[in-house]
């Protein structure tokens, strides 16, 4: 089964810090997404990925950046945390198989912006 | 941008019952449907998924599809404890790509 880590799995930051949340998938999937899930909600889409150095905007994209270094590794920054990003995100990852491919998921990321 | 709605919120059922959750979204054009499941503390699996009008069983699992509708339905059969958890609604866009909106989730309690 596919496999998607996230690290770290629990984070406190102060107002106006620099997080980075990253994520890491051994299956050689194209395409890697970044959400977060707030009660109420659902998932909503971040930033997304098609491969090693391209990064897209979501639906939700202000206040954060993606990287994509690696075809196993995409990044999410938030370059001056606010305690509205307070959430737990989740990245995920799929082939390219266009429309009709299951994405598989992390354990998730708690964030706590004080 | 495609909107997702699932109902109920939440629902709870004895062990055995038959469980329904509806899902209502906004573009009929829409690629594939998906539904994942998700227990608490941990990321949402996939369950099944339908991409052609009607409906698919797996196992205890049967989803419906009514694009004419844009209604999907997903029931669980002989539920279970195990079972219990929130269920997502997720729709794939159109244009060639697999980005999925997700609707809020129905949180499912099983009773013993």
């Known amino acids: 089964e596919a496999a998607v880590t996230q690290s770290p799995r629990n984070k406190v930051a102060v107002t106006g810090g620099k997080v980075t949340l990253s994520c890491n998938q051994t299956?050689?999937?194209?395409?890697m997404y970044w959400y977060r899930q707030d009660t109420g909600h659902g998932l909503r889409l971040i930033h997304y990925s098609y491969g090693a150095g391209s990064t897209e905007k979501g639906d939700i994209p202000d206040g954060y950046k993606a990287s994509r270094p690696s075809q196993e590794n995409f990044s999410l920054i938030l370059e001056l945390a606010t305690p509205s990003q307070t959430s737990v995100y989740f990245c995920a990852s799929d082939f390219d198989w266009g429309n009709y491919a299951e994405q598989f998921f992390g354990p998730g990321t708690r964030l706590t912006v004080l | 941008q495609e909107k997702v709605q699932q109902s109920p919120e939440s629902l709870i059922v004895p062990e055995g019952a038959m469980v329904s959750l509806n899902c209502s979204f906004s573009?009929?054009?829409?690629?594939s449907i998906w539904w994942y499941q998700q227990h608490p503390g941990k990321g949402p699996k996939a369950l099944i998924s339908i991409f052609s009008n009607g409906n698919k069983k797996e196992g205890r699992l049967t989803v419906y599809l009514n694009r004419a509708s844009l209604h999907v339905s997903l029931h669980i059969k002989d539920s279970q404890p195990s079972d219990s958890a929130v269920y997502l609604c997720?729709?794939?866009?159109?244009?060639?790509?697999?980005?999925?909106?997700f609707g809020q989730g129905t949180v499912l309690s099983v009773i013993p």
């Open positions: 997720a729709v794939g866009a159109t244009g060639g790509n697999n980005k999925l909106t």
């Open positions: 573009d009929s054009a829409s690629q």
């Open positions: 299956n050689n999937h194209n395409n």
